[in-house]
């Protein structure tokens, strides 16, 4: 079936350097859609992309979508102790009406 | 506030109980969903209702049921037959207008002694 692959399970950094998470499909996606959830917390809507190459920004967050629709990225600068959670990402295959397949998500700690 | 209402936080039974989570909402959302989240393994879906009185199978529904009988409440029951149940039941909605966004429940977490 679909699948979404995303990388790393976890990521470790130190306060102020760069986090990055990828997912991949193997076949197109309709739109691809992240979510963060907090420790302890439920998963909350971040961004949506739906065109090829599209590129969208949030203060420190950048989210890309591949030229062929089918990885993404999800890239955070300087990261911050607000920063902890899990991040997922969720791809879409079916148009507005689609379910959402999600990825099993990066768990991101900072060290102060 | 609108929102998703999930009740109870945290349950715990014993093997062999069936128990019965709910979920109400008062956005209007025609969509309902219930996942599963388990460490490191993301979200699974379970099952799901587009429209009030109709459900579909999720990746996962064995050992579930739900119901549909009224647009705000989508509760899920954990049957004894589902060979695994302790995790983090996650309920979300949708609705059709505008984006294919998901609002989710703070979520149940049940633990079977």
């Known amino acids: 079936g679909q699948q979404v692959m995303q990388i790393p399970q976890y990521q470790h950094v130190q306060e102020g350097e760069d986090f990055t998470t990828y997912c991949n499909s193997s076949t197109t996606l309709s739109n691809i859609q992240w979510y963060k959830q907090r420790p302890g917390g439920h998963p909350v809507f971040l961004i949506q992309?739906?065109?090829?190459?599209e590129v969208k920004k949030q203060k420190r967050l950048t989210f890309q979508f591949g030229e062929a629709k089918k990885n993404s990225s999800l890239h955070i600068t300087a990261t911050q102790t607000t920063d902890v959670g899990t991040y997922f990402c969720?791809?879409?295959?079916?148009?507005?009406?689609?379910?959402?397949?999600f990825g099993k998500g990066t768990k991101l700690s900072v060290k102060p | 506030d609108g929102g998703i209402t999930q009740s109870p936080k945290y349950l715990f039974r014993k093997e062999g109980q069936n128990v019965t989570l709910s979920c109400e909402q008062n956005l209007n959302h025609d969509a309902m969903y219930w996942y599963r989240q388990d460490p490191g393994q993301g979200l699974r879906l379970i099952y799901y209702s587009q429209i009030v009185n109709d459900f579909q199978k999720g990746d996962i529904a064995e050992g579930y049921s739900v119901s549909r009988e009224k647009k705000e409440s989508f509760p899920l029951t954990v049957t004894s037959a589902q060979k695994n149940p302790t995790a983090f039941y996650l309920c979300?909605?949708?609705?059709?207008?505008?984006?294919?966004?998901?609002?989710f429940g703070a979520g149940s977490r049940l633990t079977v002694l």
């Open positions: 969720a791809g879409n295959y079916g148009g507005s009406q689609g379910n959402l397949i």
């Open positions: 992309l739906v065109k090829s190459g």
């Open positions: 979300a909605s949708k609705g059709f207008a505008g984006a294919n966004v998901l609002t």
